[in-house]
């Protein structure tokens, strides 16, 4: 079945620095890829969004590609801040609307 | 996007009670459903409630447990039943409007149970 793998955390970075998170997915198709992220106390936010092969989505300095050839949707920002503190969740669809989740990954920035 | 609005926040029941929560949407949708998310942990899907018939559970969840209601295109209601201390989680309701389109969710609703 679906599945997604998430990189594992917590991850801790300083303000301004480079984030990578790494989402690989097993799929039987060709599904819809999305990365979430939860704030403290707060329900699951979209981010961004990526439905075929090489789309790129991108959303508040977030961006993440669509690759197929790796079953691959790497989230990155260039430069973070404290507000980016949060739980980032990778996520897959296939034609049955449902979304499967990766274990999310914590992501705390210091000043 | 749908704005969906989770009643209540939070709760802090009895054990052996049941509490029912409801979601309402601000726009029509084709599909909602329900989440469950233990602390610290990711989201797993309770089921998926279907307007006008029986909601369709995932493998571990019950309608007896969980009886799910969804009488129009903007509203759905989770029931947990009988809760016991295992039950206490975050309980989150999203809505979606069709395939390869994202699904928006509530803030959730964070239940303990003593």
């Known amino acids: 079945g679906d599945s997604v793998t998430q990189m594992e955390g917590p991850v801790t970075l300083s303000e301004e620095a480079f984030l990578t998170i790494n989402c690989t997915y097993t799929?039987?198709?060709?599904?819809?890829l999305f990365w979430y992220v939860q704030y403290p106390g707060e329900g699951l936010q979209l981010l961004l969004k990526a439905t075929k092969a090489d789309d790129k989505g991108s959303n508040k300095g977030f961006e993440a590609t669509y690759r197929k050839e790796t079953t691959s949707f790497h989230l990155e920002k260039g430069s973070v801040q404290v507000s980016d503190s949060a739980v980032y969740f990778c996520?897959?669809?296939?034609?049955?609307?449902?979304?499967?989740f990766g274990a999310g990954t914590t992501v705390t920035v210091r000043a | 996007s749908a704005v969906i609005s989770q009643k209540p926040s939070r709760d802090i029941c009895q054990r052996g009670t049941s509490l029912t929560i409801q979601c309402q949407v601000d726009?029509?949708?084709?599909?909602m459903f329900w989440y469950r998310q233990q602390p610290g942990q990711s989201l797993t899907l309770i089921a998926t409630?279907?307007?006008?018939?029986?909601?369709?559970?995932e493998s571990g969840f019950v309608i007896d447990k969980f009886p799910i209601s969804r009488p129009n295109l903007t509203f759905s209601t989770l029931t947990v039943s009988n809760m016991s201390p295992e039950d206490s989680s975050i309980y989150l309701c999203?809505?979606?409007?069709?395939?390869?389109?994202?699904?928006?969710f509530g803030d959730g609703t964070r239940l303990s149970i003593l």
């Open positions: 999203s809505a979606s409007q069709g395939a390869s389109q994202p699904q928006h």
């Open positions: 996520a897959l669809s296939e034609n049955d609307y449902k979304l499967s």
């Open positions: 409630a279907n307007q006008g018939s029986e909601a369709t559970y």
């Open positions: 799929a039987t198709g060709y599904p819809s």
């Open positions: 726009s029509q949708v084709t599909m």
